[in-house]
């Protein structure tokens, strides 16, 4: 596979996407985010779907993506 770098802009908000997906993963996931209302709760996970639609959005992630359909395996370091 093709060794595809982010330039600087690209790699600041991969971060910035990456920073707010986690962030929100860990929100999601603690117990107490049962206890908020139905509506905040919809909105985290829409947001969080729609920072996870962005990153797979991202071409070299695509073409990541599809190499490991195709029975790539990540190195394993």
């Known amino acids: 596979m093709n060794q595809i770098k982010p330039n600087s802009k690209e790699l600041l908000v991969l971060n910035l996407f990456y920073n707010r997906f986690y962030?929100?993963?860990e929100?999601?996931?603690?117990?107490?985010?049962?206890l908020n209302?139905?509506?905040v709760r919809f909105y985290?996970?829409?947001e969080i779907f729609?920072?996870?639609k962005e990153l797979l959005g991202y071409?070299?992630?695509k073409k990541?993506?599809?190499w490991m359909k195709m029975g790539g395996k990540p190195p394993l370091d």
């Open 50 to 52: 729609s920072v996870y």
């Open 23 to 25: 962030d929100l993963y």
């Open 44 to 46: 985290k996970i829409r």
């Open 59 to 61: 071409e070299p992630i």
């Open 27 to 34: 929100e999601i996931s603690d117990d107490a985010f049962l």
């Open 64 to 66: 990541y993506l599809e």
């Open 37 to 39: 209302e139905p509506k």
